[in-house]
């Protein structure tokens, strides 16, 4: 079964950064949508940014020119670097892929998330 598993999170103070790695076990034919969404305290879950096709990006226009998207194909990863941290960027971060886990299985699948916690 193909699962995804969320790391990097932690406590960082205002203007810090932190990089998300989001690693796919299991086997995967391979990704055509990847993405980053998080949810707040009592909010809830919003997009952040998305790759295409490694390719096209898409962001929330809060993280515009501060988070930046990417992967690493061949470690079945996709990574959230998180520049000039602010509070309002505390919140459970989830990435999601769009996968071929067969020749023709397309699935939608979720990690568990991580916590970022924006504070002085």
């Known amino acids: 079964q193909v699962q995804l598993k969320e790391s990097g999170g932690g406590l960082v103070q205002p203007g810090g950064s932190l990089r998300l790695s989001c690693e796919a076990s299991?086997?995967?034919?391979?990704?055509?949508?990847m993405g980053w969404y998080r949810q707040a305290p009592g909010k809830q879950r919003e997009f952040v940014a998305e790759m295409i096709n490694g390719g096209t990006t898409t962001y929330e226009d809060s993280v515009k020119g501060r988070f930046t998207i990417s992967r690493d194909n061949a470690k079945n990863t996709m990574y959230l670097q998180m520049n000039t941290l602010k509070p309002g960027d505390t919140a459970v971060y989830y990435c999601k892929m769009d996968l071929w886990a067969t020749t023709d299985s397309y699935l939608e699948v979720w990690g568990q998330g991580t916590l970022v916690t924006v504070s002085s």
């Open positions: 299991g086997t995967i034919f391979g990704t055509i949508r």
